[in-house]
Nanobody, 118 residues
Framework: QVQLVESGGGLVQAGGSLRLSCAAS????????MGWFRQGPGNERELVAA???????NYADSVKGRCTISRDNAKNTVYLQMNNLKPEDTAIYYC????????????WGQGTQVTVSS
């Protein structure tokens, strides 16, 4: 399975921006879907955004209009651009990959912390 390494998290003030990166050890073209999840304090892990190998994207309602997921297949990297951050965006953000015809997400990164101060 591909190894995923996230980076780009940090502490930012409300209204600020961050770009998260997810570097894969192998080709992300072998995975049907790449996604970003997050888990805030006391919350369950939730899908933030995902993109398919064909370029389709979907977003959680809570981040629509503020976040953009993109992928650079040549660099085997997936990005999550987050703008107008809010304190409720504070969470550990995880990158994940789902193989073709898989019902579950197959590979996970170790996570990167995003903290938004008010």
């Amino acid at each position: 399975q591909v190894q995923l390494v996230e980076s780009g998290g940090g502490l930012v003030q409300a209204g600020g921006s961050l770009r998260l990166s997810c570097a894969a050890s192998g080709s992300i073209l072998t995975y049907y879907r790449m996604g970003w999840f997050r888990q805030g304090p006391g919350n369950e892990r939730e899908l933030v955004a995902a993109t398919t190998v064909g370029g389709d994207t979907n977003y959680a309602d809570s981040v629509k209009g503020r976040c953009t997921i993109s992928r650079d297949n040549a660099k085997n990297t997936v990005y999550l651009q987050m703008n107008n951050l809010k304190p409720e965006d504070t969470a550990i953000y995880y990158c994940a990959a789902k193989m073709f015809r898989s019902s579950t997400w197959n590979s996970w990164g170790q996570g990167t912390q995003v903290t938004v101060s008010s």
